[in-house]
């Protein structure tokens, strides 16, 4: 999705066309925007689409017809049942190129890397169900509407996921301002530079340090390797979402916000609130929930919170190391629940130092798709190869210095912190200066599109 | 003022997109309408690659990515690596090196000829200059990737090592700054040892009149990381004080025969490869050089490219040179024997540099 193509043809081409269409030809504009990037992708993931919007919309309205009767919770486990096999058989990491299929040892179902949407049409679907099931809204009748809602394309790539009942008087009522666009491009210029100069840089620096052995790879090299790791993953989806948000807001759609600055946190469950939000609010109302009962502790709990997690994880891709870290996870999020009183009791930065080193400890669970890979690694990051530091850490510390020390500034959330201060207040100073900043990041995008290394060009999504 | 601000933030910003879509469209190569309508092809693929390759002003935002890039500390742009002063091509890493496959080619071959066979195994630039580049780069060193090969040849071949010359010479303009070749001075160095082995009095330097045939060569390695600090690289060629002995170069490229009459092709200095100046590159299949040595020896050179900057020194040698590039054969279909008959030679070398040993599919021809 991110290439000149998309900066220089798509986007000036669809918000052209979005802009001067008439108000009912605008939902349809979208659908079959969304269509044909899916097509561009893989036609199969048309199927995928289809799936998604016809399940939601026909089922929405049958579980609202018969919604005080027993079969609309059958017709709920149904439409559950068809949408996470969607998710399962569409939705893949391209980070190690498998899907469901591929892992239990089947031929893929799908020729190309990335199935657009696939991550999110079938949570739109499900959500907006199990809300109509809650009695939390009555069902809507207008199919362009429920679809327009589940194959909202700008959310394709990395969510944020939307709630119906937020989303729907912004379908309703579409305001494009000239305000709004200009922000949408501060957005997407804002997701390219973290996408190009960050992301990708960051999974060079882990793909370096993927070249040396684990088993002699000095503690600082394993460091800087999975810190790399980290900052990867979180650009990586918060670069996409920043688009998405930003194509929004050219349509002229406020979307939530899925990420406050989670490398700040000072616990698990705080991170969890933190790394996209929006996933973790979705998987807490519909999973977590639904499991656990009002009032029961215990194991109904812990089985709530290890499916929740165990889903959160295996969104960022259906692979043996998404449930391996998942259960990393619950673990410590097990351990903080239990520690949960002398934790509180020491100073806040101690906090966040301790959760850092520990999510950076079980991270590479996430990183390696052996585990014994993952153990070695974690070894080789407390010194279990006896070498502290060697030339090669150097290297990496010299050519990376200036990558890592931004990325720490931003995740660390010290340019929220100078907004949110107002430093730059001033109100001549911002006319200058916002205009200059967009038109320089275009240029620096524009030169990393046209002369990044294609073999870097890897996505998550 | 916020408004004022966003309008010409807006305005600005599609101004400048709309503005290169059209160069991109209208004033560059023609569009792919033939293979965006050919079978099996990605059409997304397809448009990514035509902008990527057709964006207006490329060489430009290629020269602003790589400043940023060299500005902020990185050194390593894909497969090329900036050591110092000079652009080295990185050895290939986790790919299935073929040398235990490719020695038993040419195992093979020597079985079948009572030739004398010889080979030479070159280091490339990240090879000589190993300190410089990082070891996260490279499994093994080249030299002992080399002494590997070398240990599983027959005993009935010799081995020569370019290794030590061009170690010993690393301070002086043996490799190409921006091209992964090595230039005449490092062909010259690995010829000198050559010559050891195959029982020839190597001329010395100053037997030639050396030519600045380019003096602004910037390489292939360069397109992909355009480092405004690196001088640019310059092609000298050594023609012998003497008249030359080479009097006729027959090429031959599957469908038909060229002739020429100078083992240096100075057209080619005028194409975007200007290092073909040597025996036009790896365009052809055969190439025989006949010189008007009358001492009836002749050389079967099995090349791979670094062969063709040597070549023009064996000239002095024999009377006839033939060079066979494997590479060439396998794309033809053909073996060996469908275009030079092995044992009508007097000697046989076969001459590539490690890091293309190691991953040619090719040598399967050698039959």
Redesign the interface.
Known sequence: MIGASFLYFFLPIFSALYLISPKPVKSRLVLVTGAGLICFADPMGLIAMAVCILSGYLFGVFIYNFRDKSVSKLLLVLEVMINSAVLLLFHRTAYDGSDLLTVLGHRSLLKSAVTVGAAVMPLHSIGYCVDVYRKRYRCEHRFIKVAEYISFFPVFAAGPILRYDKISPQLEERKTDISGIASGIRLIMLGMFKKLFISDTMLELWDDVGGVQISSLPALSAWIGILAFAFFVYFEVSAFSNIGCGIAAIMGFKLPRSFREPYGSHSFSDFCRKFNSTLYRWCKDYIYRSIKHRGSHGISEFFAILLTVLAACMWYGTSLRSVVFAAAMVFMLSIEKLLEKPLKKLPKIVRTLLFVVLLLTILPFMAFSDILDALGYIRAMYGGNQIAADVTSEYLISAYFLFVALCMLISGGVFGYVFKKKMFNNEYLQTIIQPVWVIALLIFCTAFLVSGNESLYRYMF | ??????????A???A???M??VS?VFFQDDLPFERLFSKDV???QV??EY??DS?PM?KN??S???N?MVF???????DSFLAGDRLVKLDK?NGSSKVIENVAHINELAANTESPIYMMLAPTAAGVYSADV????ADKTQRERINDAYLQLDRRIASIDAFYPLYSARDEYVYYRTENLWTSFGAYYAYSESTKKLGLQAVTLDNYDQEFAEAGFYGSMYD?AMVSRIVPDRINIFRSKYQSPVTEVDMFDGSGAKQAESVYFRSALKSSKKTDIFLQGDKYIKTDIYTDLDNDSELLLIKGSFANTIVPFYTAHYSRITMVDPKKLKEADLTLSDVADINEYDQILVMYDIESFSYADCLDTLK
């Open positions: 003022m916020k408004k004022f601000s966003d309008a010409i933030t807006v600005a910003f599609f400048i997109l709309i290169f879509a991109t990605n059409v997304g448009v990514s902008v990527s964006f490329r935002w290629r602003i990515y790589t940023i902020s500390g990185r050194r390593r742009f894909g890493k990082p070891e996260i780069f992909s």
